[in-house]
């Protein structure tokens, strides 16, 4: 049996999508995939689980007894703890599921680690599929993340995605605007706190409806415009908006306050990748800077 799962960048609405703001996101052409080999019954059932990088480097191993769900060999004890809380949440979900037989699990990701693309998504959406049980529910009793990322896990388009009432409501839509040219994805590579701090600062605030309702705007409008000139004053406006929100600097002002383009954070703040707009000698600005990963919009996004 083989699955595949898609990697994800959340356009807009990053930490108020938690609230029920309106985000829009793309599936990416890197993924995850998992092949799954079952062998013979045993009374001591075993599950073999072996994980490659795109270079085919063995990054995890483990070994877990199906009957016990429990680790009995790793090269990794805190990836297989987050292994075995997904088991044990497949077994409530679908009792029974892995029975009395031994079974091999190879993945494989498309993206390097640090890109931030979703390797835990991707894995959440595979087990999902492998186990006959729903990735937003295991995704929930998991991660407990907004959603948009298992949406586009299994999406062949753009999303609208939005929560209501705690639940996902998935719109696909076409992105796909006619200066595509003028908009690539440069990788950060930052290895900082970051991220967690202005998801902890969000978490600290209650919810404003004005302020989500104009994140929601944003991106309705992102989704619709079609000049390159309004779609880069909506990025504008939204890093405005979550900075002025989170008392947060924004990535241009940090890494890139002489670039005459457009720069935009994409999903949580704090590393992984910015959507900015080209501009002349765009390519040796960022590299000469030491941010030598970029993608154009067709290079990243499923379409």
Known sequence: MNFRANGKLLISGEYAVLDGSLALAVPCRFGQSLSVEFGENSNSPVLNWQAFLTDDELWFSGKIDLKTISVIETDNPELAK??????????????GFFKNQNIDCKSRLEFPKNWGLGSSSTLVSLLAHFSGTD?????????????????????????????????????PVEFNPYFKDKLFFVHLNKKQDTRSNVSKNYKDLKPEKDWLN?????????????????????????????????????AKELYFSDYTGSVKSLGAWGGDFVMITATDGFRNYFESKGFETILSFDEMVLN
């Open 82 to 95: 987050k292994l075995i809380g997904l088991f044990e949440i497949i077994e409530k979900l679908n009792p």
């Open 135 to 171: 990735a937003f529910e295991l995704n929930r009793l998991s991660f407990d993340t907004s959603g948009y990322d298992i949406a586009c896990a299994s999406s062949d388009s753009a999303i609208l995605y939005q929560l209501k009432n705690g639940k996902p409501f998935v719109e």
């Open 214 to 250: 104009g994140i929601s705007a944003i991106s309705y409008n992102l989704l619709k415009t079609e000049s390159i000139e309004e779609f880069e004053l909506l990025m504008n406006l939204h890093e405005e908006m979550i900075s002025s929100r989170l008392g947060f600097q924004k």
